[in-house]
T-cell receptor, first 118, second 116 residues
């Protein structure tokens, strides 16, 4: 199973709402990622988890709060978002974070959650 | 820091023809990987092809091949016998080798349309 799943597919929320995005993989990967993608733009890295611990936070506003409850699940909790936060949120996973000289860790992407903030 | 440049925001090609998407990059690293990712409309991003910088031989995956010119820092993607399903946004990406090599540096993308 080389699949990363994300729910929900679409989400519409108001600026005062609290919602969560969910990502799941069953490939035994120990690194998981959240990206934000605006229309016709490349993905922008937000967070990286390695072995369920937050390794990288790319200076993301605190209204985005990631969580990794176990090695298969990754959540992104949303609170007090702004309309400019509307985007496609992609989850990805890879075997692990660190790689040697001649190795790399391919990132497998999920289909994304399309978020609209009103 | 690395930069990846895709100079063609949009391209179109007729079905069954060949098209080449360009990508240049700038880095001071000697060891790295280069990728082409495909993102069809409303579908998930998938890896099309990858190239290790230390390999001189150009990578090939079925109808997809690359022209990797390390000295020129160029990494173009050739799609042969284009199919309607090739319509997608294509992103060129760079990944440094070694250490915690997690950060993909993406180009801005090329929107390819295959016309019937």
């Amino acid at each position: 199973d080389t699949e990363v799943t994300q729910t929900p597919k679409h989400l519409v929320m108001g600026m005062t709402n609290k919602k969560s995005l969910k990502c799941e993989q069953h490939m035994g990967h120990r690194a998981m990622y959240w990206y934000k993608q605006k229309a016709k733009k490349p993905p922008e890295l937000m967070f990286v988890y390695s072995y369920e611990k937050l390794s990288i936070n790319e200076s993301v506003p605190s209204r985005f709060s990631p969580e990794c409850p176990n090695s298969s699940l990754l959540n992104l909790h949303l609170h007090a978002l702004q309309p400019e936060d509307s985007a496609l949120y992609l989850c990805a996973s890879s075997d692990r974070l660190a790689g040697g000289f001649s190795s790399y860790n391919e990132q497998f992407f999920g289909p994304g959650t399309r978020l609209t903030v009103l | 820091a690395q930069t990846v440049t895709q100079s063609q925001p949009e391209m179109s090609v007729q079905e069954a023809e060949t098209v080449t998407l360009s990508c240049t990059y700038d880095t001071s690293e000697n060891n790295y990987y280069l990728f082409w990712y495909k993102q069809p409309p409303s579908r998930q991003m998938i890896l099309v092809i990858r190239q290790e910088a230390y390999k001189q031989q150009n990578a090939t995956e079925n109808r997809f091949s690359v022209n990797f010119q390390k000295a020129a820092k160029s990494f173009s993607l050739k799609i042969s016998d284009s199919q309607l399903g090739d319509t997608a946004m294509y992103f060129c990406a760079f990944l440094k080798s070694g250490g915690s090599n997690y950060k993909l540096t993406f180009g801005k993308g090329t929107l390819l349309t295959v016309n019937p």
